[in-house]
């Protein structure tokens, strides 16, 4: 087999697996097997509808924000500010979790802090506005904005306890990585 073509079914044996299981599924139990391919269809279909638009944001982000300035509001050095941008863009967000990942590859690249590429994922994960306002019409003000005080509280003692156990050899690491491979 030539090297290609291995690299290429090394690239998506998760793919070629899921494919195996789910046919496996549709022989040994039909009704599961097709429960499981209009799931992965309506996976595969949101991914689809998601994932371009984010690409071409991150692609903006990159053009037109300089490393410098996003260094500067969101680099090691940029204490609270950086904490508010953080929050704000993660907050802001809308879309599934998986959506924030790629862009917290962008801010690494950026030279954006690990704490506030914590933060940032934090965030996009529990202090979402429309998910705030919905739950605020639901369970009223008292309780959304005590889970929201809580849920900041809980973002910054995780993303410090990630940044304070992540060594300085790894950081570096891992910004050379997403310089180069990304």
Do not use: H
């Amino acid at each position: 087999m030539k090297k290609s073509t291995t690299n290429l079914l090394k690239s998506y044996e998760y793919v070629l697996i899921l494919i195996i299981i789910i046919a496996l599924m549709c022989i040994i139990q039909p009704s599961e097997g097709y429960a499981a391919m209009v799931i992965t269809k309506k996976n595969l279909l949101e991914m689809v509808y998601v994932i371009p638009p984010v690409f071409i944001l991150l692609g903006l982000l990159d053009v037109w924000v300089p490393k410098e300035t996003m260094m500067k509001y969101m680099g090691k050095n940029s204490r609270v500010k950086g904490i508010v941008l953080a929050f704000m863009l993660g907050s802001c967000a809308a879309g599934p979790l998986y959506v924030s990942f790629p862009i917290a590859v962008t801010l690494l690249k950026k030279r954006a802090s690990f704490f506030n590429v914590f933060v940032f994922i934090g965030a996009w994960s529990t202090t979402k506005v429309p998910m705030f306002l919905f739950e605020t019409s639901s369970m009223g003000w008292k309780f959304s904005i005590l889970r929201l005080i809580l849920s900041v509280i809980g973002i910054l003692i995780i993303a410090k306890a990630l940044d304070i156990t992540t060594d300085n050899i790894d950081k570096e690491k891992i910004f050379n990585y997403v310089e180069s491979e990304v």
